[in-house]
């Protein structure tokens, strides 16, 4: 009984481990009157359906100019590039029978040079991340579609679609047209 839990238990982890993952991509659509930005839904050759801050939009193809499409990122987390801990392990080695000691003979900082690190180390992480945060917002375009006509051809239709969660939960053919 065990074996057969242990094993339906195995299979439920490697059934859920190659499951599908969905993508999200964000559209930039700019239409004759103005921009959407949102996560794209679903593209037809006809209209294209965004889930922007106001809700799912269905927005026809002959009001659309341009399409960006863009992968989601997530936030930039702050990151420390200066670690310093005068008490770490590392800084010390253990005497037989004894007190863990400093390796080499090295001397404890004192109070004056553990507070002038810490300073230098918190103001050049600072830096560094204030460095890098405008370089994690670029987010270049995978995808760019010009919209001339009021239909779009099928190709770039097609194209187009495999961005979609639609698309992306249901991928054949038929999902393009649903």
């Not at 106001?54 to 927005?59: A, F, N, R, S």
């Not at 800084?91 to 690190?117: M, T």
Request: glycine content about 4%.
């Amino acid at each position: 009984m065990k074996r057969m839990l242990l094993l339906l238990v195995l299979l439920f982890t490697v059934a859920v481990s190659y499951a599908q993952s969905i993508t999200y991509y964000q559209a930039v659509v700019k239409k004759k009157n103005g921009k959407v930005s949102g996560l794209l839904h679903k593209s037809t050759a006809d209209f294209l359906v965004i889930n922007s801050k106001d809700g799912l939009m269905k927005i026809d193809m002959d009001q659309i100019t341009s399409i960006k499409i863009k992968v989601m990122k997530k936030g930039y987390k702050p990151e420390r590039f200066i670690i310093y801990d005068p008490m770490d392990e590392s800084n010390f080695e253990q005497v037989k029978n004894g007190p863990p000691v400093r390796k080499n003979g090295e001397k404890d900082p004192s109070l004056e040079e553990q507070a002038a690190i810490h300073v230098f180390s918190s103001v050049f992480n600072v830096l560094a991340n204030l460095v890098l945060a405008p370089i994690h917002a670029i987010n270049p375009s995978l995808a760019k579609y010009n919209v001339m006509y009021k239909k779009m051809d099928e190709q770039t239709a097609r194209e187009l679609s495999y961005y979609s969660t639609i698309y992306q939960l249901k991928p054949d053919l038929n999902a393009l047209h649903q």
